[in-house]
């Protein structure tokens, strides 16, 4: 994170690759809206109280962590 000593404001990650991450967000902003299981995930994050774009950047991790997991199977999206 980009802190430093004594410091207590949010932090920030930066970094990752570009292209995932350009891709990705679109998708999560369409995920977190249309389907069922990544949209109750958010708005699970939300009513717990965490910043509306941090619970964004989650869905597009989970929706990562799923498109790799198709990848590794070798299995289409259920």
Known sequence: TRQSGQW???SRI???RV???TALFPAAMTAARFNP???AFHARLIQAGKPKMLALIAVAR???TILNAIIRD???WQ
């Open 8 to 10: 207590r404001g949010r």
């Open 14 to 16: 930066g970094g990752g």
């Open 19 to 21: 292209v995932v991450r």
């Open 37 to 39: 299981d990544l949209k």
């Open 62 to 64: 989970k929706l990562l």
């Open 74 to 76: 070798k299995k289409p």
